[in-house]
């Protein structure tokens, strides 16, 4: 058993495909295949499923990729000690949530190049569940997730709570609606949502539902400005941030609904691989970056 044998088989693993990993790698297929058999040939077993696709570890794979992933992370912190004086190097790939703005990953790629020089970032911007199974299948280093209040993230990873943020039930100006509201009230009303996968709208609907009340979609549809232009017009109820609501350009045709009963919170988390090695320091940058950024606009939105 050698390193370059343990290296191609975390490499196809993180990866889900022999192609990939070569590329990463920058080897043959057939190379990269080659140093797998090697390694199943010294272990006495298979350690890919290769009728998965993406390929996925066996059982045996995973116990061994478990094991493999820490060593391979002391030999690149080594190496990094070494080449960069100590400081993190290589790619590491984050996702923040889309919940909070595409705009919410300009500061942690500001704060990443600024203590990291040399770090190759990769930015995604994706719904929750999206990052949650990137960072599972491992084609994510870290990710800040938005979930419902309550609701812990999974085992799995590294996790530190950034903040709360309640959400915002808004109308159109016109649009009649009982002030303070009921969550009963609310339900006659149809709404323009996000699609299946977001937080806020997992969370409208479990509390909709916990209470025997009717969950009625008017629009389902990406993009908070198009969302709040279909309110303005009276086209259904939303649920937004703060933020979004007092910094929206379409917010004089809009109105706050207060609900006596239902008060919507989401919680930021961020969340990482146990195996980062040096490149922990970068993704708590992240984190800290998101966390001073919810930190102002509660300040604005005050």
């Not at 696709?53 to 493999?68: H, I, S």
């Not at 690149?76 to 000690?81: E, F, R, S, T, Y």
């Not at 100590?86 to 919410?104: I, K, M, Q, T």
């Amino acid at each position: 058993m050698n390193l370059i044998d343990l290296e191609a088989f975390v490499s196809v693993v993180d990866h889900g495909s022999v192609v990939a990993a070569a590329a990463g790698l920058h080897l043959t297929q057939s190379g990269v295949t080659s140093r797998i058999q090697n390694l199943e040939d010294v272990l006495g077993m298979p350690l890919l499923d290769r009728k998965t696709r993406p390929l996925q570890p066996t059982r045996a794979g995973q116990e061994t990729y478990e094991f493999a992933k820490p060593v391979l992370s002391s030999v690149n912190d080594l190496k990094a000690g070494i080449l960069h004086g100590g400081e993190p190097a290589g790619d590491f790939r984050f996702g923040v949530s889309r919940a909070l703005g595409d705009l919410a990953v300009g500061a942690p790629i500001k704060c990443l190049r600024t203590e990291f020089p040399k770090v190759q970032i990769q930015a995604f911007v994706q719904w929750s569940v999206v990052l949650l199974e990137r960072l599972a299948n491992r084609t994510l280093d870290a990710a800040v997730v938005v979930l419902p209040e309550g609701i812990a993230p999974p085992d799995p990873f590294v996790s530190e709570c950034l903040g709360t943020v309640p959400l915002t039930i808004v109308a159109g100006k016109a649009q009649r609606v009982s002030q303070p509201s009921t969550l009963s009230e609310l339900a006659s009303n149809e709404w323009v949502v996000n699609p299946i996968g977001c937080s806020s709208r997992q969370l409208l609907e479990a509390a909709l539902r916990q209470r025997g009340l009717p969950f009625s979609t008017a629009v389902e549809a990406e993009g908070y400005d198009l969302q709040l232009s279909l309110i303005s017009d009276g086209v259904g109820l939303g649920m937004v941030m703060p933020q979004v609501f007092y910094s929206s350009a379409l917010r004089k045709h809009l109105k706050v609904v207060k609900a006596k009963d239902f008060s919507p919170k989401l919680s930021v988390w961020l969340l990482h691989s146990r195996h980062l090695g040096r490149l922990a320091p970068a993704a708590r940058s992240v984190g800290e970056a998101v966390k001073q950024q919810l930190q102002a606009r509660r300040t604005t939105v005050a």
